[in-house]
């Protein structure tokens, strides 16, 4: 990974540009309605105004550096979506409602929003999936559009306790649900098709090698992930030993699993969450590697409960303890890191999932607690090395400008002399 800051960038604080957010807050509707001259502003004038606020600027690592994450969006839930249009709930007066005066653009139920968000998928439209254990449905949010669709409980399906999503390449969406001790599986249409129990205990994260045509199941309390046909839905093997009450840290073995993700090459890589590492095996459940360890530095963890993996190889964790997402080479090196305990975006509270969308270079997280998902570009190596040929040449055009202005202008020839 060709990441200019290394690990010394992660020392550098990313303040600049939460700083141009702070600025953009400070002077925001919300801070003006301290000023008594601004008190006629109504609610839907101040939701208009949020809306000028350009997070473009905010991106890692700070400039003058070659920008490699930058901050697009977050989601969640439809109230939010009505809300960036302009279009507010507004006050129903309990007369107007019994007389049926009001429009069906007055009035509306709440909404349903985000709660618990958890795992992540995102399909070939680029739509992003969200599980939500609270609501107990599964929010598909149009990216493009921000519209909101969902597959709810007791309508499309019927959820206890939904954590993990996978999206193979027809579009099947696999849910697991620990309540109920299955994964779920829909067809493309959202209609659900079938389900897989086989050796289950408590299913959580779930990982798809559309390559080799494997499904895999994290069970966080089997201390083991499953490998199912992703055809057949017959478990295949188990990766790790269990029976041993979470207490194992010998390598290939886990202690709570969480997160999993396949690599173009079908590598699995684990978030071996009580035991702070990143495991990896190969295609066949072969242990390969593991890096990580416990602590609050860079590139230390403090359990890791997502991993996904980008169009270049690289390895993004979310960390649950310490709310920031670090980024690294196949190698286990550190190339950078964003995050950090807040609401703003780029911070994180209660982060959990964490997802890649490798057509678009789209990096996806869930966070339990303010209810939302955030996104963020990925800018691949081939996109730096582009715009770090672009600078070389511009410096190498303004130094040629500056040798040319700076060249000795000739003497004139001396005047001739009168005889």
Not at 262 to 280: F, K, Q
Request: aromatic letters at 8%; glycine letters at 8%; proline letters at 4%.
């Amino acid at each position: 990974m060709r990441f200019e800051s290394g690990i010394g960038m992660i020392l550098r604080r990313v303040t600049v540009a939460l700083a141009i957010l702070s600025a953009a807050v400070m002077v925001s509707p919300y801070a003006m309605l301290a000023d008594k001259k601004k008190k006629t502003d109504d609610k839907a004038d101040i939701e208009a105004k949020i809306k000028a606020i350009d997070y473009s600027y905010i991106c890692w690592p700070n400039p003058p550096a070659i920008a490699r994450i930058k901050y697009v969006n977050w989601y969640s839930s439809d109230k939010a979506v009505r809300n960036m249009q302009g279009n507010v709930q507004k006050q129903n007066k309990w007369m107007d409602r019994l007389a049926g005066t009001q429009s069906s653009d007055e009035v509306f139920k709440r909404p349903f929003e985000l709660l618990q968000p958890y795992g992540l998928a995102v399909d070939s439209k680029g739509s992003l999936y969200v599980a939500d254990s609270k609501v107990g449905a599964v929010f598909i949010f149009d990216t493009e559009k921000k519209d909101v669709d969902m597959i709810k409980n007791s309508v499309h399906a019927h959820f206890v306790r939904i954590i993990g999503l996978a999206m193979d390449d027809n579009d099947r969406l696999f849910v697991s649900d620990p309540g109920l001790r299955h994964v779920l599986v829909f067809d493309k249409d959202h209609k659900a098709e079938d389900v897989i129990t086989d050796g289950m205990v408590g299913p959580g994260g779930l990982a798809i090698d559309t390559k080799n045509r494997l499904l895999y199941v994290a069970d966080i309390e089997l201390d083991q992930v499953l490998v199912y046909d992703a055809d057949t839905l017959k478990l295949v093997r188990k990766i790790g030993t269990t029976g041993h009450n979470h207490e194992l840290t010998s390598p290939g073995d886990f202690s709570k699993p969480a997160g999993v993700a396949v690599d173009a090459e079908g590598n699995l890589y684990v978030a071996d969450t009580m035991n702070n590492r990143i495991e990896i095996f190969d295609a066949d459940g072969q242990f390969v590697s593991a890096f990580g360890r416990n602590g609050d530095g860079p590139g230390y963890f403090a359990r890791p409960k997502g991993v996904a993996i980008d169009s270049d190889g690289h390895i993004w964790v979310a960390d649950g303890v310490q709310d920031r997402v670090q980024v690294f080479t196949k190698e286990g090196q550190l190339a950078i890191a964003i995050g950090g305990h807040g609401m703003l975006p780029g911070q994180f509270q209660g982060l959990v999932g964490i997802a890649t969308d490798n057509k678009r270079n789209r990096v996806y997280t869930s966070e339990l607690y303010p209810g939302r998902a955030q996104e963020f570009q990925y800018i691949t190596d081939a996109q730096a090395d582009q715009e770090r040929e672009k600078r070389a040449a511009e410096r190498e055009k303004k130094a040629n400008a500056s040798k040319t202005s700076a060249a000795p202008v000739p003497a004139a020839p001396e005047a001739a002399k009168p005889n």
